[in-house]
Nanobody, 124 residues
Framework: VQLQASGGGSVQAGGSLRLSCAAS????????MGWFRQAPGQEREFVAT????????DYGDFVKGRFTISRDSGKNTVHLQMNSLEPEDTAVYYC??????????????????WGQGTLVTVSS
């Protein structure tokens, strides 16, 4: 399994970015997917997850309605639309795949495969 994240960049506070993660996997439509992030000097934290069907999603408490996770199983892709970005959102964002879980949730240990990360920088 290979995960390729893209869409990161630099944006001013209040701006938006859309992250994408392309998965090279045969049974993508059966896997739960997630996004996590790691800011400098901090531990990696949960951002969002989406179930295999796309019907169930969960977000980190800090998201507060600003982000939306979605998936396109026809294209083996998961997206993270991020609006109203804040400087505190600056981090490397990683997509992850849980091939043994339809709805993996927030537990990082359930995600076996990780992308290389894409850097998001939000300036004030």
């Amino acid at each position: 399994v290979q995960l390729q994240a893209s869409g990161g960049g630099s944006v001013q506070a209040g701006g938006s970015l859309r992250l994408s993660c392309a998965a090279s996997v045969r049974r993508f439509s059966t896997y739960g997917m997630g996004w996590f992030r790691q800011a400098p000097g901090q531990e990696r934290e949960f951002v969002a997850t989406i179930s295999w069907s796309g019907l169930t999603a969960d977000y980190g408490d800090f998201v507060k309605g600003r982000f939306t996770i979605s998936r396109d199983s026809g294209k083996n892709t998961v997206h993270l639309q991020m609006n109203s970005l804040e400087p505190e959102d600056t981090a490397v964002y990683y997509c992850a795949c849980a091939s043994n879980w339809h709805t993996p949730g927030r537990d990082q240990s359930l995600y076996e495969y990780w992308g290389q990360g894409t850097l998001v920088t939000v300036s004030s």
